[in-house]
């Protein structure tokens, strides 16, 4: 059951994502807009035509049984009716006339909206759709990245910690004593997306995890000592991927003129930063450094062990949301909702440790496990039928949320999950000690 929430809160959040969405549009022509035809991305004119569709036809139209706002928003904004190859070419609302509908489907569901406590189908339909709308702008902000575009200006939108600037050097592996977990979520949690039902008790034996994801500066390590030439390192679907593309190095850097490193952060190459995590790397480069090193990807299991298990007074562990414990995200804890543009050291944000000293569970990059996509025992679709069953089976769980993601949705139960071979997400990771 999802908990009430107030009708203000959910304004702020409709309101807070909105202005991101229409932040990521500043500073792009309409060539821009449309973009490339790649697998990988959505016009973006199309996209924040998605978006706001999705808001009306799921509370508005499904729910409260309004009239369509658009003559053909139906045939050009459903992503599940419309395939992803003809987007590029259907005819879409200009910008004017799309801005115009995104206001006036803002503008209805705020007006139902008149105070007090929102229902619990309203505090659960208003903020789905609304995380929904934030993950399109994490996509949007991805997209800015693969295309090289200027950097976004994201503007605050509501009281943050920034974070202490002053970090210390980490490094190492915690010993994390296992347990038993409750894996997942629990019908009486606050907010719960389909793929995190239900939880159910499991037996993480004890383990030993990187205190930090893996830098720059070690995975320039790996590159050097032929990482990527050497076969061995490399699953048969990753030997697949790193032959088609050519792949030598992350997909976003380049030899400077000295024989050391450059990266590219949306349209400025800049020296590397070791002491950064290595982003833009997709699970067969991560699980080939992980051979090369000697180590492994956590597990799904151990990953929300490490992320959720907090020791209580009696010896026993507590369960909590975050790795710290139940307090929420501030900008002194992680690495999250963009405002920061990019990634931190893996030094910073101290605050945000677990029990034994692993940082930047939550934020900075998301952070990809061994394990692939599947339901948990008792899973059964949501509203939106089709967020979590159609890529059970061929992606893999990613974990954590990066910098880009909106900290109002994201915990350490939350499961991200891209194709094995995607590198344009915010996305890196974290090793373990072989067993």
Same mark, same amino acid.
């Given at each position: 059951?999802?908990?009430?929430?107030s009708?203000?809160?959910?304004?702020?959040i409709?309101?807070?994502?909105?202005?991101?969405?229409?932040?990521?549009?500043?500073?792009?022509?309409g060539?821009?807009?449309?973009?490339?035809?790649?697998?990988?991305?959505?016009?973006?004119?199309?996209?924040?035509?998605?978006?706001?569709?999705?808001?009306?036809?799921?509370?508005? *139209?499904?729910?409260?049984?309004?009239?369509?706002?658009?003559?053909r928003?139906?045939?050009l904004?459903?992503?599940?009716?419309?395939?992803?190859?003809t =987007?590029w070419?259907?005819?879409?609302?200009?910008?004017?006339?799309?801005k115009d509908?995104?206001?006036? +489907?803002?503008?209805?569901l705020?007006d139902?909206?008149?105070?007090?406590?929102?229902?619990?189908?309203?505090?659960?339909?208003?903020?789905f759709?609304?995380?929904?709308?934030?993950?399109?702008?994490?996509?949007?902000?991805w997209?800015?990245?693969t295309?090289a575009?200027?950097?976004?200006?994201?503007?605050?939108?509501?009281? *943050?910690?920034?974070?202490?600037p002053?970090?210390?050097e980490?490094?190492?592996?915690?010993?994390?004593p296992?347990?038993?977990? *409750?894996?997942?979520?629990?019908?009486t949690?606050?907010f719960?997306?389909?793929?995190?039902?239900?939880?159910?008790?499991?037996?993480?034996?004890p383990?030993?995890?990187a205190? +930090?994801?893996?830098?720059?500066?070690?995975?320039?390590?790996?590159v050097e000592?032929?990482?990527?030439?050497?076969?061995?390192?490399?699953?048969?679907?990753?030997l697949?991927?790193r032959?088609?593309?050519?792949?030598?190095?992350?997909?976003?850097?380049? =030899?400077d003129?000295?024989?050391g490193w450059?990266?590219?952060?949306f349209?400025?190459?800049?020296?590397?930063?070791?002491d950064?995590?290595?982003?833009?790397?997709?699970?067969?480069?991560?699980?080939a450094f992980?051979?090369?090193?000697?180590?492994?990807?956590p597990t799904e299991a151990?990953?929300?062990?490490?992320?959720?298990?907090?020791?209580?007074?009696d010896?026993?562990? +507590?369960?909590s949301?975050?790795?710290?414990?139940?307090?929420?995200?501030?900008?002194?804890?992680?690495?999250?909702?963009?405002?920061?543009?990019?990634?931190?050291a893996?030094s910073?944000?101290?605050?945000?440790?677990?029990?034994w000293?692993?940082?930047?569970?939550i934020?900075?990059?998301?952070?990809?496990?061994?394990?692939?996509?599947?339901?948990?025992?008792?899973?059964?679709?949501d509203?939106?039928?089709?967020?979590?069953?159609?890529?059970?089976?061929?992606t893999?769980?990613?974990?954590?949320?990066?910098?880009?993601?909106?900290?109002?949705?994201?915990?350490a139960?939350?499961?991200?999950y891209?194709?094995?071979?995607r590198?344009?997400?915010?996305?890196?990771?974290?090793?373990?000690?072989?067993?």
């Open positions: 059951m999802t908990a009430q929430v009708t203000t809160h959910l304004t702020n409709l309101s807070s994502a909105r202005q991101r969405t229409l932040e990521l549009l500043d500073g792009l022509n060539e821009q807009l449309v973009g490339p035809k790649q697998p990988i991305l959505n016009p973006m004119i199309w996209e924040i035509g998605h978006v706001a569709w999705f808001h009306e036809f799921f509370i508005l *139209r499904q729910e409260y049984g309004n009239a369509p706002l658009l003559d928003g139906d045939l904004y459903d992503s599940i009716a419309v395939a992803h190859d =987007r070419d259907l005819p879409v609302y200009p910008l004017v006339e799309m509908y995104m206001t006036r +489907v803002f503008d209805q705020v139902r909206l008149d105070g007090g406590l929102a229902s619990e189908r309203d505090s659960y339909l208003y903020q759709t609304t995380f929904h709308e934030d993950m399109h702008d994490e996509a949007f902000t997209a800015r990245q295309l575009y200027p950097t976004p200006n994201f503007k605050d939108d509501g009281p *943050r910690v920034s974070r202490d002053i970090s210390g980490i490094s190492g592996d915690a010993c994390i296992g347990g038993a977990l *409750r894996m997942g979520s629990e019908p949690d606050a719960v997306f389909d793929n995190e039902k239900w939880a159910r008790e499991i037996q993480v034996f383990f030993k995890m205190k +930090v994801p893996v830098t720059c500066g070690q995975f320039a390590e790996f000592d032929g990482g990527y030439e050497t076969d061995g390192l490399w699953t048969e679907d990753g697949r991927w032959r088609e593309i050519g792949a030598k190095f992350p997909v976003y850097w380049k =030899r003129a000295a024989g450059k990266v590219r952060s349209d400025i190459w800049d020296d590397i930063d070791l950064k995590p290595v982003v833009h790397v997709n699970w067969h480069e991560a699980n992980c051979k090369w090193a000697g180590r492994r990807l151990e990953w929300e062990f490490a992320a959720t298990m907090c020791p209580g007074r010896g026993t562990f +507590v369960k949301e975050y790795p710290w414990g139940n307090s929420p995200i501030t900008g002194l804890r992680a690495n999250t909702d963009g405002f920061e543009l990019g990634c931190a893996v910073d944000y101290s605050a945000g440790d677990n029990a000293g692993c940082r930047q569970l934020g900075n990059v998301w952070e990809w496990t061994a394990d692939t996509f599947n339901p948990f025992d008792g899973f059964s679709p509203d939106y039928k089709e967020y979590s069953k159609p890529l059970f089976g061929t893999k769980v990613l974990r954590g949320g990066s910098w880009a993601t909106r900290s109002r949705y994201i915990d139960k939350y499961r991200n891209f194709g094995p071979q590198s344009d997400i915010f996305c890196g990771f974290r090793t373990c000690a072989n067993d």
